[in-house]
């Protein structure tokens, strides 16, 4: 297949979800209760974290949305904090989590970029926070493009970051698949007009991504072979 482009998503595609975000997650929510056990049940709930278990269940939120819709769900139990200071404040402490990569970044993705590929980041996170996981993780400079919801582009499932991302590099979106763990992601690919590439290290399973995937593989790593596919 001819495929000159990828776009990925970050959190559940380049990062594994769960050993990235459950106990930083729990960090945060029992931080903002500031010792009340009845608003950390409540923002849980709003967020559909499983405080017992310190774990995200699949239908939350917090895996496919903006900061912005998060805070607006927790809002009403942080009184503390007005709305768009506390999205500041996922933001804030979300770029500085511990964060577990998928596969090895580096030397998956300067194979990638060995064969002439153009790469890019699409995610429903701050830019910032992509940025400085992508830093961290020492791979920020191999990509050729990052986006985040408040880049300017929009969120997805809109495709217009994606197209945004196709402008900025020169690659029509034929010729570019979008990678991701969500629905979100791959509805965001099909209105774009991409391939879809579904990975399943996020809190998805192959039955939720399955129509709407090109393929659904167990991470990134197996993208190489079947691009050779």
């Not at 007005?82 to 402490?93: N, V, Y």
């Not at 596969?103 to 790469?119: D, E, I, M, R, S």
């Amino acid at each position: 297949m001819t495929i000159s482009a990828l776009l990925f998503d970050k959190d559940g595609t380049l990062f594994d979800f769960a050993r990235t975000w459950n106990g930083w997650s729990m960090s945060v929510l029992t931080d903002l209760a500031q010792g009340d056990a009845v608003r950390l049940m409540q923002m849980a709930e709003s967020i559909s974290y499983d405080l017992e278990a310190a774990a995200f269940r699949p239908d939350s939120i917090v895996i496919a949305g903006t900061n912005a819709e998060v805070a607006e769900r927790l809002a009403p139990f942080v009184p503390q904090m007005s709305e768009e200071a506390l999205a500041a404040h996922l933001i804030r402490t979300a770029s500085q989590a511990e964060i577990a990569q998928a596969v090895p970044l580096a030397p998956f993705l300067t194979g990638l970029k060995a064969q002439g590929l153009k790469v890019g980041v699409m995610t429903n996170d701050g830019e910032m926070s992509a940025r400085s996981h992508l830093s961290r993780s020492g791979v920020l400079d191999l990509f050729d493009m990052v986006i985040g919801a408040d880049s300017g582009f929009g969120a997805k499932p809109d495709p217009d970051p994606l197209l945004a991302f196709c402008r900025s590099v020169g690659v029509a979106p034929e010729v570019t698949a979008m990678v991701g763990d969500s629905r979100h992601d791959l509805l965001a690919g099909r209105a774009a007009g991409m391939r879809t590439i579904g990975v399943l290290t996020g809190m998805a399973g192959a039955e939720d991504l399955a129509d709407l995937a090109d393929v659904v593989l167990p991470d990134i790593g197996h993208i190489p072979a079947w691009l050779l596919g």
